[in-house]
C-alpha cells in the first residue's frame, strides 16, 4: 500500500488539491503497478508565514511579489 505524503504551503484551491491527488495517484499506479485503490496520497498544508525559503517566509516573498 504506497503512501505519498506531500506538504506545499496553503494556498492552493481544493480542485487543485483534488488534481494533485488524482495525478500522484496515477503516476504511482503507473510508476509501481499498485492499483490505485491501494494508493494513499496525504497533503499537509503550511501556513505561508512557517515556510522559509533563503531565511525569509513565503509571505513575504508572496507579498513582495518575489513568489
Do not use: D, K, Y
Request: aromatic share 2%.
Amino acid at each position: 500500500m504506497p503512501l505519498v505524503q506531500i506538504t506545499l504551503a496553503r494556498g492552493r484551491s481544493p480542485e487543485q488539491l483534488a488534481a494533485l491527488g488524482e495525478e500522484v495517484t496515477a503516476a504511482v499506479t503507473r510508476a509501481v503497478g499498485a492499483p490505485a485503490e491501494n494508493v494513499r496520497v496525504v497533503v499537509t498544508e503550511c501556513e505561508p508565514e512557517h515556510w522559509f525559503v533563503g531565511g525569509e517566509s513565503l509571505a513575504s516573498l508572496r507579498a513582495s511579489g518575489r513568489r
